[in-house]
């Protein structure tokens, strides 16, 4: 490891490639988009982009026209499907950067038709309809006149029909999924009865690649699992009864610190801002920087612990914006510049995203992707 970074994560490229592996086999024969939006979930987009390269991968799903456009300069020379908005005089770039866009406003297809007839080139499509999430999608009422729109345009074609799931994760109850499902299916049928026939219909999030067959269809849009994190407890739970096997999923992250200072604390004395931890004998304690502009919740503070030299140093005191304070009282040899686990594993001992979530009363998605970006990310 380079000495000179304090602070770095690092992605465990076995790992992601098991992770791959599963995600393959329960797709099948069914074409793949990984999800890398938001910094390929706080991992880091360039990393994740060098080893999906590597991998049996049709697409990539990004968010946004930055993604895309970070995403083609990174080398990736296949599929790009943009799931969120491209504003309106941004839209020439989809025909630039050869991009696959997640349609629901009429605006959008209107110019995308106009730019692509004045281009001669065809543009792929993606139409995303409204089940039930209430998110971005166009509803049943208003098909019509967007298959309208589309067959109207000669160079746009309608390469995808999508949704997404509102409660496939959160409960073991899978009858609102169920539900958005039979949606899904009459809506396809009514654009199927208009005489417009997408190639792909995709529905499948993590939690339904590893739990429902019906939602596979022709191509999947796997993002959580890719980095061996299970979408919730719930998933799982209803994983292992379907009679899943353990260790499917392996984290691929460890996040990393160091020491850098350490001092002996005498007893009634308080440590960090608003006196919230106050001594009641002769502590050691490890300063470290890192805080909440890293993606350190400030919640955890006096509540979390980190890992060093494979035992747990509890958090003391407030969470500051680039520093915190850990108890190494009992923690021999400890030195300046001493590696730290923030996230991962260390000897027996581990600290997982779903532990880090409970404590912050969250979800391992946001302890991901709120790790701070100019964080240096390393492939090992």
């Known amino acids: 490891m380079r000495k000179e970074y304090l602070t770095w994560l690092e992605i465990d490229a076995k790992a992601f490639s098991k992770n791959i592996r599963t995600i393959r086999k329960l797709a099948g024969p069914r074409l793949i988009a990984a999800a890398v939006k938001s910094n390929g979930y706080g991992h880091g987009l360039g990393q994740i982009l060098t080893l999906l390269k590597k991998e049996d991968v049709e697409y990539v799903a990004v968010h946004s026209l930055e993604e895309a456009r970070l995403s083609r300069q990174g080398g990736w020379k296949r599929n790009i499907l943009v799931v969120g908005y491209i504003p309106l005089v941004d839209l020439k770039a989809v025909i630039d950067l050869n991009l696959e866009l997640t349609v629901y406003n009429l605006e959008t ?9 004045k281009s001669k080139r065809m543009i792929n499509i993606h139409l995303k309809v409204e089940t039930g999430t209430n998110r971005q999608g166009v509803e049943f009422g208003k098909i019509s006149r967007v298959v309208s729109l589309i067959k109207g345009s000669p160079y746009l074609h ?3 029909v999508s949704t997404h799931f509102a409660n496939i994760e959160d409960t073991t109850d899978h009858t609102y ?8 299916n009459k809506i396809v049928q009514k654009i199927h009865s208009l005489e417009l026939y997408p190639e792909y219909r995709h529905t499948a999030c993590s939690a339904a690649l590893l739990l429902f067959e019906d939602t596979k269809f022709e191509l999947v849009r796997p993002g959580i699992a890719i980095y061996g994190l299970w979408p919730s407890k719930e998933t799982y739970l209803s994983y292992r009864l379907a009679g899943g096997s353990n260790g499917v999923l392996v984290p691929i992250l460890t996040w990393k610190t160091r020491v850098i200072q350490i ?7 308080f440590i960090g801002y608003g006196c919230t931890y106050r001594t009641s004998v002769k502590t050691k304690l490890a300063v470290l920087p890192v805080g909440y502009y890293d993606g350190y919740d400030r919640s955890l503070s006096n509540l979390a612990y980190v890992l060093i030299k494979g035992k747990r140093a509890p958090i003391r005191g407030r969470i500051c914006m680039n520093l915190m304070m850990v108890d190494i009282t009992d923690i021999r040899g400890v030195k300046l510049e001493e590696p730290v686990v923030l996230l991962g594993k260390d000897g027996k001992e581990q600290i997982t995203a779903d532990q880090m979530a409970s404590w912050a009363g969250t979800v391992n998605y946001e302890v991901m992707s709120r790790i701070n970006g100019n964080i240096p990310r390393v492939i090992v």
């Not at 995308?112 to 007839?117: D, F, N, Q, V």
Request: proline share 7%.
């Open 109 to 117: 297809i209107t110019i995308l038709g106009k730019l692509a007839e």
């Open 158 to 160: 309608l390469k995808g």
């Open 177 to 184: 999924a169920n539900f958005q499902l039979e949606q899904f």
């Open 263 to 269: 001092k002996d604390v005498p007893p009634d004395a």
